[in-house]
């Protein structure tokens, strides 16, 4: 097998670090293939370089990087990022500690293969891998033990079974709310929706105490957003009337029950949707439009001061200007309750801002994040001047992913892992009596359905905080993309791959 060895051995380093999948037949039929005998030395040669595209495919394949067929849909999106932004991206995979680690590793394994036969070392921890990948967590022992005793506990150690089951609890979920019965709704509600905040983000700055979240009502510490793209995370937000689904039922589901504002409109608001920037990308303007039950087209304040550019060199306006006016505008033209989604994208990776020394995203995100905190404080304190009743719910898409993992890159998001799900979520009552005080906590696991819980209790007329907390549903730690799926079980945390394997998911 000659060096292929080294690249064997360091991949199962790679996967027994924690740092990447392995495929275990496909390895073994490429390692078989690598070691059978060949006399002929043309025909060695022509075989090593038949080797090397199919060792990078395998290696590519047993990263946890997106699929080929995600980035081929992509291939268009990608086009629009800018040089400098694409610079930056391939730096963050430059990982100096990992590969001076392996280069070490390498030089060892070359050294010890001079005096011994390491493909047999091979085949052994390719073999090894089989009861980690295809037996529940801690091997053989317990897995027979679950047998023995079925039932419940078996459910338990299954992540298939445990999964199934929390997809027909949520199906059974469904939270329609109505206008009050003594007439028309008498606050406004808006949904301030931030992509890329997570709680993680703000404690990789230091900033998860920020004064400004302490000015809320309620505080969400385990709100779970179930997705690690802006698109998955809008569907999921605006059709949170239901019980959560899974990634692709959630864009099949067409039941208007579940649709949030379409339950705003009925219940007597007009619902509006406003964006700070064009809504281009992804098609996100066009995905509010086909799932968010709004009988209008977002706003985009196309006159608004420009704030920073995006990756693509759009322009994105100024959170407080564009929320300024809309409010403005609310105040003068009166009418019937508005519930208004907005959607900034103010802190999105790749994002340049005018001024600043460095243009590295990573490294801007602290003053992007203090402006739009600066900005959404000063636009709540317009409301309260206003002396108008406004509910006003706070809520990340998903996290920046500012420090990255083990299995993936600062800024990656293909794993929706803890640190890019668990988003601030956060509701202000203005000009509602009986609400006052410090925020009332919700430490306890919840999602989408508990926001929707606070306003149809606020629309039944409760003006008890703690009660309202109380009464707020939990929902499993559930998370995915249309690749992965990430599951809190126990006190960890599983992720079953593209293929279907489930494995110890580690931070």
Request: charged content about 20%; overall charge neutral.
């Given at each position: 097998?000659?060096?292929?060895?080294?690249?064997?051995l360091?991949?199962?380093?790679l996967?027994?670090?924690?740092?990447?999948?392995?495929h275990?037949?496909?390895?073994?039929?490429f390692?078989?293939?690598?070691?059978?005998?060949?006399?002929r030395?043309?025909?060695r040669?022509l075989?090593?370089?038949?080797?090397?595209?199919?060792?990078?495919?395998?290696?590519?394949?047993?990263?946890?990087?997106?699929?080929l067929?995600?980035?081929?849909?992509?291939?268009?999106?990608?086009?629009?990022?800018?040089?400098d932004y694409?610079?930056?991206?391939?730096?963050?995979?430059?990982?100096?500690?990992?590969?001076?680690?392996?280069?070490?590793?390498?030089?060892?394994?070359?050294?010890?293969?001079?005096?011994?036969?390491?493909a047999?070392?091979?085949f052994?921890?390719?073999?090894?891998?089989v009861?980690?990948?295809?037996?529940?967590?801690?091997?053989?022992?317990?897995?027979?033990?679950?047998?023995?005793?079925?039932?419940?506990?078996?459910?338990?150690?299954?992540?298939d079974?445990?999964?199934?089951?929390?997809?027909q609890?949520?199906?059974?979920?469904?939270?329609?709310?109505?206008?009050?019965?003594?007439?028309?709704?008498?606050?406004d509600?808006?949904?301030?929706?931030?992509?890329?905040l997570?709680?993680?983000?703000?404690?990789?700055l230091?900033?998860?105490e920020h004064?400004?979240?302490?000015?809320?009502d309620?505080?969400?510490?385990?709100?779970?957003?179930?997705a690690?793209?802006?698109?998955?995370?809008?569907?999921?937000l605006?059709?949170?009337?239901?019980?959560?689904?899974?990634h692709?039922?959630?864009y099949?589901?067409?039941n208007?029950q579940?649709?949030?504002?379409?339950h705003?409109e009925?219940a007597?608001?007009e619902?509006?949707a406003?964006?700070?920037?064009?809504?281009?990308?992804?098609?996100?303007?066009?995905?509010?439009?086909s799932?968010?039950?709004?009988?209008?087209?977002?706003?985009?304040?196309?006159?608004?001061p420009?704030?920073?550019?995006?990756?693509?060199?759009?322009?994105?306006?100024?959170?407080?200007?564009v929320?300024?006016?809309?409010?403005?505008?609310?105040?003068?033209?009166?009418?019937?309750p508005v519930?208004?989604?907005?959607?900034?994208?103010?802190?999105?990776?790749?994002?340049r801002?005018?001024?600043?020394?460095s243009t590295?995203s990573?490294q801007?995100?602290?003053?992007?994040?203090?402006?739009?905190?600066?900005?959404?404080?000063?636009?709540?304190?317009?409301?309260?001047?206003?002396?108008r009743?406004?509910?006003?719910?706070?809520?990340?898409?998903?996290?920046a992913?500012?420090?990255?993992?083990?299995?993936?890159?600062?800024?990656?998001?293909?794993?929706p892992s803890?640190?890019?799900?668990?988003?601030?979520?956060?509701?202000?009552?203005?000009?509602?009596?009986?609400?006052?005080?410090?925020?009332?906590v919700?430490d306890r696991p919840?999602?989408y359905?508990?926001?929707?819980?606070?306003?149809?209790?606020?629309?039944?007329?409760?003006?008890?905080r703690?009660?309202?907390?109380?009464?707020?549903?939990?929902?499993?730690?559930?998370?995915?993309?249309?690749?992965?799926?990430?599951?809190?079980?126990?006190?960890?945390?599983?992720?079953?791959?593209?293929?279907?394997?489930?494995?110890?998911y580690?931070?």
């Amino acid at each position: 097998m000659g060096l292929w060895s080294l690249y064997f051995l360091a991949k199962l380093a790679l996967f027994h670090g924690g740092y990447s999948g392995f495929h275990v037949w496909e390895n073994l039929l490429f390692a078989v293939a690598m070691a059978w005998p060949q006399e002929r030395v043309l025909w060695r040669r022509l075989r090593h370089l038949a080797a090397v595209p199919v060792a990078l495919a395998l290696l590519y394949h047993d990263s946890w990087l997106p699929p080929l067929n995600r980035l081929l849909s992509q291939a268009g999106a990608l086009r629009d990022f800018s040089l400098d932004y694409l610079l930056e991206l391939l730096g963050r995979f430059i990982n100096p500690s990992l590969i001076t680690n392996l280069l070490v590793a390498l030089v060892l394994v070359w050294f010890l293969g001079r005096i011994l036969r390491l493909a047999t070392f091979v085949f052994l921890g390719i073999l090894s891998v089989v009861p980690m990948t295809y037996l529940p967590s801690g091997g053989l022992a317990p897995a027979l033990a679950a047998q023995g005793k079925g039932g419940q506990d078996s459910t338990r150690l299954d992540p298939d079974a445990r999964l199934a089951a929390f997809y027909q609890t949520q199906k059974r979920r469904q939270l329609p709310f109505h206008a009050p019965e003594s007439g028309p709704p008498a606050f406004d509600v808006i949904y301030l929706h931030i992509c890329s905040l997570s709680w993680d983000d703000m404690a990789f700055l230091r900033l998860h105490e920020h004064p400004f979240f302490q000015n809320f009502d309620f505080l969400f510490r385990q709100f779970n957003s179930a997705a690690s793209y802006s698109g998955p995370a809008a569907v999921r937000l605006l059709k949170s009337s239901c019980g959560q689904h899974d990634h692709k039922e959630t864009y099949r589901e067409r039941n208007p029950q579940c649709q949030l504002f379409r339950h705003f409109e009925e219940a007597g608001f007009e619902a509006q949707a406003l964006l700070n920037h064009d809504g281009r990308f992804d098609n996100f303007g066009k995905l509010l439009e086909s799932e968010g039950g709004f009988s209008r087209k977002p706003m985009i304040p196309q006159d608004a001061p420009v704030a920073m550019r995006s990756f693509d060199n759009t322009p994105i306006y100024s959170d407080l200007a564009v929320l300024s006016r809309w409010w403005q505008a609310r105040q003068q033209t009166g009418g019937k309750p508005v519930a208004l989604y907005y959607n900034s994208i103010s802190l999105h990776d790749g994002n340049r801002l005018p001024g600043e020394k460095s243009t590295a995203s990573l490294q801007t995100y602290k003053p992007r994040l203090t402006q739009l905190l600066e900005d959404f404080d000063r636009f709540i304190k317009a409301l309260e001047a206003s002396n108008r009743p406004v509910v006003v719910v706070l809520l990340g898409e998903h996290g920046a992913a500012l420090r990255g993992d083990r299995l993936q890159i600062a800024g990656l998001r293909e794993i929706p892992s803890p640190r890019i799900t668990r988003v601030p979520a956060a509701v202000k009552l203005i000009g509602m009596p009986g609400m006052s005080g410090a925020p009332q906590v919700i430490d306890r696991p919840t999602s989408y359905l508990a926001l929707t819980a606070v306003l149809a209790q606020l629309l039944n007329g409760e003006t008890d905080r703690e009660q309202l907390a109380a009464r707020l549903p939990e929902t499993e730690h559930v998370s995915e993309t249309d690749a992965l799926v990430l599951m809190r079980l126990g006190e960890g945390y599983k992720m079953r791959s593209a293929d279907g394997v489930w494995v110890d998911y580690r931070e």
